[in-house]
């Protein structure tokens, strides 16, 4: 069964610096990956997503992922953190050969953000 | 227009009671899901819709009762709760079919809370 970690449950930043959370997964075929982020109480929004071709992908909100199959990783990044940042970000797997539509979540990364 | 909506947005109930949460989408998707949130944790799975037939349960107990009206909503049944099963409980959909069959849009959740 396919598994993802975030190694890091909460990360502080300050306001401007740049941003890389940690996403790793463990998946022996075709990984789908998203990365997801919810405001307190809210739903979950889908920030940028990775099926094939170029590794590197651009999200919205200015983020991007950058895909290595040899490190089993998608680590997602931004240059410049705004405060409306702050928020749970999610790293989610799907299986992308068994064509069972149902993603894996880690377990989460909070992002703070000092002004 | 990549919204889901989800009524009510709080619900409090009795271990008594019955009651269902409402969840509705107008992007022509054909998939739509059913996930489980607790605090400070990532969404489960607990059921799956692929063109209005149950596809994937989760080893839900019989308490949660899914139901695919039409292409566009999704209703859960919920009778005889546990305080336990307190929570955000968030709708999300997808397009049918192919690669975008996994790219998941969330609805902003119903917080139940079970006395």
């Known amino acids: 069964a396919q598994s993802v970690t975030q190694p890091d449950i909460h990360i502080t930043v300050s306001e401007g610096a740049s941003l890389e959370l940690r996403c790793n997964y463990s998946y022996g075929a075709t990984p789908y990956l998203f990365w997801y982020v919810q405001s307190p109480g809210q739903g979950l929004q889908l920030l940028l997503k990775?099926?094939?071709?170029?590794?590197l992908v651009q999200g919205i909100k200015g983020f991007e992922a950058e895909f290595k199959r040899s490190q089993s990783s998608f680590n997602l990044r931004k240059p410049s953190v705004h405060w409306s940042d702050a928020a749970e970000y999610f790293c989610a797997v799907g299986e992308g050969d068994t064509g069972r539509r149902a993603l894996t979540f880690g377990s989460g990364t909070r992002l703070q953000v000092q002004p | 227009d990549t919204e889901v909506t989800q009524t009510p947005k709080h619900l409090v109930m009795g271990m008594t009671n019955k009651k269902s949460l409402k969840c509705e989408q107008h992007m022509g998707h054909r998939a739509m899901y059913w996930y489980k949130q607790k605090a400070k944790k990532p969404p489960e799975l607990m059921f799956v819709y692929s063109y209005e037939k149950l596809s994937i349960n989760e080893s839900v107990p019989s308490r949660f009762s899914p139901e695919c009206p039409n292409s566009s909503l999704l209703n859960l049944h919920l009778h005889a709760l546990q305080p336990e099963d307190s929570a955000l409980y968030l709708c999300?959909?997808?397009?049918?079919?192919?690669?975008?069959?996994?790219?998941?849009?969330f609805g902003p959740g119903t917080r139940l809370t079970v006395t």
């Open positions: 999300a959909s997808s397009q049918g079919s192919g690669t975008s069959s996994y790219e998941q849009y």
């Open positions: 990775y099926f094939s071709g170029d590794t």
